[in-house]
């Protein structure tokens, strides 16, 4: 009995004549015809794979650059933290900071003006406009959609005043309505954000016919709106009084902030310091960031060995990056120039020390030894490591000229033009399906005339034989 299938794009019919099984047939001849094909594909994705190693040591590569230019500069060592004697100072600093001390007393802390209305259940019997005056006498007028609460509230978000409202709940009258009061704060802490609200036009205020809301019996200023300060020197005649409209001083010293909380009756000393640990992290993280790149390159140049558990044969496996000249150079070349001595001095002299596998470890006891007796001397060794590294990172990972940056863009485009020929192999493979299909075919059109013909003579024989 005949069968059917679809194979690619065309209807094979298993031979009707014949009786040969037609699609396996095929099926077979075309894998033999795939072969040229699979191997560009197994090539393409070898290729592929080396592509995605080579990019990932080329960013381990990239990275090791970047810090080493960092800890080459001549200053890489001038970090700095600060300290306060009180809880009630908090400090920062930037790059900026450098060595210091001050003391000062807290006189106050920063505060955003708050004020109160009267208990109410409307604003207005019809829209009424009000006025909010700031501290610098500017004036914005808004006249709320009506006389409830509510647009009163709405009117004052949407000023842009630099002050947002709220309605709160303030019980019922004697009829049992319900009353509110409105709170109006001031967005930002400081003397210079305070507020006024008056029930008016601006006219009205500078006129001196307006109504201040809070001067009114049941409303306050609940804070008012004042600066933060310090004062320097305090009790002798260099006394001096720094403000700020925040609870923050921004560089109180060069590069360095202070944040209050609290007022204090003693004095607060805070100082800068060099931060020995934050300076061992641009060493040590040097020493890091290469290791990263050596760890890398010996997992993926490793021969693994594999034993199949029901054929007790054992297969191996080279790395992806086993054999290739471009990153073996690469890594020997950083390594090299990581332990190369600077002035006469081993970088083993502040904790960089190469080890019998080839990696690096870092001896923060030597390096932080090394900074207390010499902090010039230690500046420099780190400065011409971190040089000597920077330059050969670099001339492997740059964006245009890096060896292994070279190597990659090679690759990409041996990887492109294998996918062309697996495309064209694609086409190819289609037209001999095809023809292998129509061959066929014609194999069992040409069988049925033979039979039909075959049939025909022995009627013809069989008639004249009679």
């Known amino acids: 009995m005949s069968t059917s299938s679809v194979s690619g794009n065309s209807l094979a019919i298993d031979g009707l004549v014949s009786g040969l099984k037609t699609t396996d047939l095929i099926n077979s001849l075309m894998t033999i015809e795939q072969v040229p094909q699979t191997l560009l594909k197994n090539k393409l994705t070898d290729t592929n794979s080396f592509v995605s190693s080579l990019q990932t040591i080329n960013s381990l590569v990239q990275t090791l650059a970047t810090k080493a230019g960092d800890a080459a500069k001549a200053t890489s060592l001038d970090v700095y933290g600060a300290t306060s004697?009180?809880?009630?100072?908090?400090?920062?600093?930037?790059?900026?900071?450098?060595?210091?001390?001050?003391?000062f007393q807290v006189g106050s802390t920063a505060a955003a003006h708050v004020g109160v209305t009267a208990a109410m259940s409307t604003w207005a019997s019809a829209a009424e406009p009000l006025t909010l005056v700031g501290a610098d006498g500017k004036k914005t007028t808004v006249t709320p959609a009506s006389g409830s609460l509510d647009d009163a509230v709405s009117a004052i978000n949407k000023a842009g005043a630099g002050v947002t409202a709220t309605k709160v709940a303030a019980g019922t009258d004697t009829d049992g309505t319900k009353l509110y009061r409105l709170q109006l704060s001031a967005t930002k802490t400081g003397a210079a954000?305070?507020?006024?609200?008056?029930?008016?036009?601006?006219?009205?205020?500078?006129a001196g016919t307006a109504t201040n809301v809070f001067s009114q019996p049941?409303?306050?200023?609940?804070?008012?709106?004042?600066?933060?300060?310090?004062?320097l020197w305090a009790g002798t005649a260099a006394a001096q009084t720094v403000t700020s409209a925040t609870n923050t001083f921004d560089d109180l010293l060069p590069g360095l902030d202070v944040t209050v909380t609290q007022t204090t009756?003693?004095?607060?000393?805070?100082?800068?310091?060099?931060?020995?640990?934050?300076?061992?992290?641009?060493?040590?993280?040097?020493?890091?960031?290469?290791?990263a790149v050596t760890s890398y390159y010996a997992t993926n140049t490793a021969v693994t060995s594999t034993t199949s558990?029901?054929?007790?044969?054992?297969?191996?496996?080279?790395?992806?990056?086993?054999?290739?000249?471009?990153?073996?150079?690469?890594?020997?070349r950083l390594t090299t120039t990581m332990s190369t001595p600077v002035n006469g001095k081993s970088?083993?002299?502040?904790?960089?020390?190469?080890?019998?596998?080839?990696?690096?470890?870092?001896?923060?006891?030597?390096f932080q030894?090394?900074?207390?007796?010499?902090?010039?001397?230690?500046?420099?060794?780190?400065?011409?490591?971190a040089a000597n590294v920077g330059a050969a990172a670099t001339a492997a990972s740059d964006k245009y000229t890096g060896s292994i940056t070279t190597s990659i863009t090679g690759q990409q485009s041996v990887a492109k033009d294998l996918t062309t020929q697996i495309d064209n192999w694609s086409d190819r493979l289609t037209a001999r399906r095809a023809t292998l299909q129509a061959q066929y075919s014609a194999l069992e059109t040409s069988l049925s005339k033979l039979q039909s013909q075959s049939?025909?003579?022995?009627?013809?024989?069989?008639?004249?034989?009679?």
């Open 218 to 231: 049941g409303a306050a200023v609940v804070t008012q709106g004042k600066d933060a300060s310090v004062t």
């Open 309 to 332: 558990p029901t054929t007790g044969t054992t297969s191996t496996k080279a790395g992806v990056l086993t054999g290739d000249g471009t990153t073996r150079d690469a890594v020997q």
């Open 265 to 291: 009756a003693d004095p607060v000393t805070v100082t800068v310091a060099q931060d020995t640990t934050k300076a061992q992290t641009v060493a040590s993280g040097l020493v890091d960031a290469l290791n």
């Open 369 to 385: 030894k090394a900074l207390a007796d010499d902090p010039q001397g230690t500046q420099a060794i780190l400065s011409g490591v």
């Open 347 to 366: 970088p083993s002299s502040i904790g960089i020390v190469i080890q019998k596998d080839g990696t690096f470890s870092f001896d923060a006891a030597a």
């Open 193 to 206: 954000a305070s507020f006024s609200l008056y029930r008016g036009t601006s006219d009205d205020v500078t």
């Open 85 to 103: 004697s009180s809880t009630a100072v908090t400090v920062a600093t930037d790059a900026t900071a450098a060595a210091g001390s001050v003391s």
């Open 455 to 466: 049939a025909w003579l022995s009627g013809q024989l069989a008639s004249t034989s009679k």
